[in-house]
């Protein structure tokens, strides 16, 4: 089992960057797919983007594709989500996730553990 922390959301404007982080617990993380995930108030959880075990791969949301970049240090059991150029359309709350399957999941049911999240705004 591992147990994920993130961190790092706040309040930014539009045009904005910051750096989300998520800790991991555990001596097994390498062993997972991870991926970032968001949700705003009334919508259903959507897929930001997913990078593969050994990080050499990763997927994006067209949403986001070319803003955001995601990354992972295993000695570190941490993966990060780089968020740029933010729009107010980003406003959600970001969670990391982790699953035991081999390939990067799009959907949250692809996904084994979840953090509580963190809250991103993006003021226009």
């Known amino acids: 089992q591992v147990q994920l922390v993130e961190s790092g959301g706040g309040l930014v404007q539009a045009g904005g960057s910051l750096r989300l982080s998520c800790a991991a617990s555990?001596?097994?993380?390498?062993?997972?797919?991870m991926g970032w995930f968001r949700q705003a108030p009334g919508k259903e959880r959507e897929f930001v983007a997913g990078?593969?075990?050994?990080?050499?791969?990763?997927y994006y949301a067209d949403s986001v594709k070319g803003r955001f970049t995601i990354s992972r240090e295993n000695r570190k059991n941490s993966v990060y989500l780089q968020v740029n150029s933010l729009r107010p359309e980003d406003t959600a709350v970001y969670y990391c996730?982790?699953?035991?399957?081999?390939?990067?999941?799009?959907?949250?049911?692809?996904?084994?553990?979840w953090g509580q999240g963190t809250q991103v705004t993006v003021s226009s």
């Open positions: 555990g001596r097994t993380f390498s062993t997972y797919v």
């Open positions: 990078i593969s075990r050994s990080g050499g791969s990763a």
């Open positions: 996730a982790a699953s035991r399957e081999a390939i990067i999941r799009t959907t949250p049911n692809g996904y084994d553990y």
